[in-house]
């Protein structure tokens, strides 16, 4: 699997064989937080859209999801997601059903019902941190 940076609000997926690669076109580019939020929905799509190919007795060994996302602001986010797929092999009385499978995603249906998301300090706050070494004892280095 492979993904490419095509731009800082764009990202391609493509099944290639070997382990999954991230390629930028410049090395100016970096793997932003937002291009990771992309290559999760093109992944979730992509593996489910194959294993209906599979199930369904179809190629899809050439079957490349895009995704391309647009800011909105107040507050400063993800406002749009386009996501495209091309797939040369499907068969076109099969399309409307691929778009259905598609959206069958769990990334893409977290979109749609957003989840609760709460911000806790966790077991390495400072004071609690320092509380926990506290009552540890002293550390050896030499294993015993």
Same mark, same amino acid.
Not at 42 to 71: K, P, Q, R
Not at 76 to 96: Q, Y
Not at 114 to 122: D, L, S, V
């Given at each position: 699997?492979?993904?490419? /940076?095509?731009? =800082?609000?764009?990202?391609?997926?493509?099944?290639? @064989?070997?382990?999954?690669?991230?390629? !930028?076109?410049?090395? +100016?580019?970096?793997?932003?937080?937002?291009?990771?939020?992309?290559?999760?929905?093109?992944?979730?799509?992509?593996?489910?859209?194959?294993?209906?190919?599979?199930?369904?007795?179809?190629?899809?060994?050439? /079957?490349?999801? =895009?995704?391309?996302?647009?800011?909105?602001?107040? @507050?400063?986010?993800?406002?749009?997601? !386009?996501?495209?797929? +091309?797939?040369?092999?499907?068969?076109?009385?099969?399309?409307?059903?691929?778009?259905?499978?598609?959206?069958?995603?769990?990334?893409?249906?977290?979109?749609?019902?957003?989840?609760?998301?709460?911000?806790?300090?966790?077991?390495?706050?400072?004071?609690?941190?320092?509380?926990?070494?506290?009552?540890?004892?002293?550390?050896?280095?030499?294993?015993?």
């Amino acid at each position: 699997m492979k993904i490419t /940076l095509l731009s =800082e609000n764009a990202i391609r997926l493509e099944p290639v @064989p070997g382990m999954m690669t991230i390629e !930028a076109q410049s090395t +100016e580019q970096s793997y932003s937080p937002f291009h990771m939020l992309a290559s999760s929905l093109a992944y979730c799509t992509w593996s489910v859209m194959y294993s209906w190919a599979s199930n369904s007795g179809l190629d899809a060994d050439d /079957l490349i999801i =895009e995704v391309h996302w647009e800011f909105a602001e107040n @507050p400063h986010r993800v406002g749009e997601i !386009a996501l495209t797929f +091309e797939w040369p092999s499907l068969p076109p009385k099969r399309l409307n059903a691929a778009k259905r499978v598609a959206e069958l995603c769990t990334v893409h249906a977290t979109f749609m019902h957003p989840p609760t998301i709460r911000i806790e300090p966790g077991v390495y706050h400072t004071d609690q941190h320092e509380a926990a070494l506290a009552t540890a004892g002293p550390v050896s280095d030499s294993g015993t």
